[in-house]
């Protein structure tokens, strides 16, 4: 299996997200919501494409794969209940979102279902 880096994995909740909110996404989107430049885009997705984890219709809708589904889902879930972790310890919101997009990448999975489980006893709404 090819390893997929911090940046992809963003880009594949990225695109989990634009796919909920739009239904149907495009590179353009994908360039309007993260600020990076098509040509950033377009790189990125070859990536991703190549190693199975998007693909890319003759119209240039963008669909994740089973495999980058699968990797978005993960760390999508992490991010939502990180935050809401922090934010029901008295974190502000957006000081809670970005440290979730810091550490969901890096938080073994052991650890981070020991926090799921201790949000989850503690009758936090995640």
Do not use: Q, W
Not at 7 to 33: H, W
Not at 105 to 120: L, N, V
């Amino acid at each position: 299996m090819t390893e997929i880096f911090e940046s992809g994995e963003m880009y594949l909740e990225d695109i989990l997200i634009l796919k909920n909110k739009l239904g149907d996404v495009r590179s353009i989107d994908i360039a309007n919501f993260t600020g990076y430049s098509k040509p950033s885009v377009s790189r990125a997705l070859g990536i991703l494409k190549k190693n199975e984890y998007v693909l890319v219709d003759e119209k240039g809708y963008i669909t994740l794969t089973e495999k980058g589904l699968t990797i978005a889902a993960k760390i999508y879930e992490r991010h939502n209940i990180l935050t809401a972790f922090f934010e029901s310890i008295g974190v502000a919101h957006d000081v809670a979102a970005a440290d979730a997009c810091k550490i969901e990448h890096d938080i073994s999975d052991e650890t981070f279902e020991k926090i799921k489980e201790h949000a989850k006893a503690g009758g936090n709404k995640i």
